[in-house]
């Protein structure tokens, strides 16, 4: 096995439901509830799931842009949940993030040279001269040209931006980038592209990604592990290929089924699933999947199936339980 760079034990975020004139706990969502899995370095790790199913909450998690509520995060065996700030900022010039919507996490107020220029300054990287020939060289990489730097993010396309988004995570040469949903915001035609500069951008700097997203094509396409999630839990994990070829828990079955095969004369039974999505501020008891589930037992309605590892493809199912 290749080296870890980042291991998650039990990790949870619970968010406090308020209410009343005193503002007092009425309840609490369970956005996270219990997530492990490691990183390996070199590696691409997709997480999947319907919205709301915790995975954004759990890359900024890792960022520790929010606080978890329990559980461990080691990054390059250094367990960062308890860091002070200054100890974790020098962690997070390693950990760099990659948005959803290239629009709002750039400012428009600044230039293209001072959005990158300052991760370096607030890590106290380089004189001036070598902090603008850093930001020259970052937009080479990422395919855009040097004079772009004077422009402002309102004079480039939905690509364009995200393609800034990602020379400023590449900045601090991190060691991981989680990247929330970096083409859901783009049109086809364009994800294709970002998602071949990202690929690239891996193989040249030794990148390591965690990459979430809706799409399992996309996911897929990038991805040398997926992990797939339902209402704040991690429920399979596996190889990308053996998760597309032989997905076991039902609800992954049922996520597969939906992908569009792009040959007109080839049918697939096309799996539904029933009912909403609980709420996880009230999830259900036992396996959250149990009250959509078309192969639910007993036994799924009261006990929360453990982990199990069949070979290296990780499911949390009854249905594979000894």
Do not use: W
């Amino acid at each position: 096995m290749s080296e870890l760079l980042l291991e998650v034990n039990g990790l949870k975020k619970y968010f406090p439901i308020t209410g009343g004139l005193l503002g007092r706990k009425k309840g609490e969502v369970k956005a996270v509830d219990d997530v492990s899995f490691y990183v390996k370095k070199g590696e691409t790790l997709g997480i999947v799931g319907e919205s709301g199913c915790g995975k954004s909450t759990t890359g900024r998690l890792l960022m520790r842009l929010i606080e978890a509520s329990d559980g461990k995060i080691n990054f390059e065996d250094k367990e960062i949940t308890s860091l002070s700030k200054s100890e974790l900022r020098k962690i997070r010039r390693d950990i760099q993030m990659v948005f959803q919507d290239p629009y709002a996490s750039l400012n428009p107020r600044h230039s293209v040279e001072q959005i990158l220029e300052e991760p370096l300054i607030v890590h106290g990287i380089g004189t001036k001269e070598e902090r603008q020939k850093r930001v020259k060289e970052m937009l080479e990489v990422v395919g855009l040209s040097s004079y772009h730097a004077k422009r402002y993010p309102h004079q480039f396309s939905g690509g364009q931006r995200q393609r800034i988004g990602i020379a400023k995570a590449l900045m601090t040469k991190p060691k991981l980038i989680i990247a929330d949903e970096p083409v859901s915001a783009l049109d086809v035609s364009i994800q294709a592209q970002v998602l071949n500069l990202m690929k690239d951008i891996q193989q040249e700097f030794g990148l390591t990604y965690i990459f979430i997203a809706h799409d399992l094509g996309v996911v897929r396409h990038i991805s040398d592990r997926v992990g797939v999630m339902y209402l704040g839990r991690l429920i399979e994990l596996a190889d990308s290929e053996e998760l597309y070829d032989n997905p076991l828990h039902p609800y992954t079955k049922a996520l597969l089924s939906a992908v569009p095969i792009p040959d007109p004369d080839l049918k697939r039974e096309t799996i539904l699933i029933d009912g909403e999505l609980p709420s996880p501020a009230n999830p259900p008891s036992g396996c959250a999947f149990h009250t959509r589930c078309s192969e639910c037992m007993d036994i799924c309605k009261t006990t929360r199936p453990k982990e199990r590892n069949l070979n290296g493809h990780y499911v949390a199912c009854h249905l594979f339980n000894e």
